[in-house]
């Protein structure tokens, strides 16, 4: 059974820094690009971010271009996303998702940005 | 800036059939594109319903169903039921790895 479990969110200030990780199992981790979605309070999905199996190529939305960065460990079977220079429209639940066609979610991690 | 659009809302009857829609602010939608659909319910992680335009999802029942339609892409539910009614939202691959969401749709079954 794939399972993506998100961790690593919680309250942070404006401009301060936070990483998400999202572990892996059920399936063959470093056979599969991954990626990040958000969804702000009562907003709708926004795609942010993915990696390719390898890494060796990521792509971002604009809204978050230069300020985070995802990777994985594909001996740990996890994805991460380094997030700096947090605004308060950064908040959000985050998602992983498991391929390029999020065939498999994650239930998510909330990320508040607030002083 | 690319811009994905989908109806903000649509009713059906119980028992009745429904077509969501997910287009492009420039251009058409095609199979390049790669149309997906999740379903959400409130509190609740996103499913995924179709993708690729129109493989099923694991374990998603057969009166949902993808394609094209015109220049945009559909999501097409037969025999709609109770349990139906929550938001879906489309993505579009639109290049350079990046994908796009629409809006979303809230779908009232009544």
């Known amino acids: 059974e794939v399972q993506l479990l998100e961790s690593g969110g919680g309250l942070v200030q404006p401009g301060g820094s936070l990483r998400l990780s999202c572990a892996a199992s059920?399936?063959?981790?470093?056979?599969?690009?991954m990626t990040w979605v958000r969804q702000a309070p009562g907003k709708g999905l926004e795609w942010v971010s993915i990696?390719?199996?390898?890494?060796?190529?990521?792509s971002y939305a604009d809204s978050v271009k230069g300020r985070f960065t995802i990777s994985r460990d594909n001996a740990k079977n996890t994805l991460y996303l380094q997030m700096n220079s947090l605004r308060a429209e950064d908040t959000a639940i985050y998602y992983c998702?498991?391929?390029?066609?999020?065939?498999?979610w994650g239930q998510g991690t909330l990320v508040t940005v607030s002083s | 800036q690319t811009v994905v659009t989908q109806e903000p809302s649509f009713s059906v009857s119980p028992g009745g059939t429904v077509t969501l829609t997910c287009g492009l602010s420039s251009g058409s939608v095609s199979t390049s594109h790669y149309p997906s659909w999740y379903q959400q319910t409130p509190g609740q992680a996103p499913r995924t319903l179709i993708y690729s335009t129109n493989t099923r999802s694991s374990g998603v029942p057969d009166r949902f169903s993808g394609s094209i339609l015109g220049n945009k892409a559909a999501l097409t539910i037969t025999g709609a039921q109770a349990d139906d009614e929550c938001d879906y939202y489309c993505v579009l691959k639109v290049g350079s790895g990046i994908s796009v969401f629409g809006g979303g749709t809230k779908v009232t079954v009544l």
């Open positions: 059920g399936f063959t981790f470093s056979s599969d690009a």
């Open positions: 998702a498991k391929g390029r066609v999020l065939n498999y």
């Open positions: 990696i390719s199996n390898n890494g060796g190529a990521t």
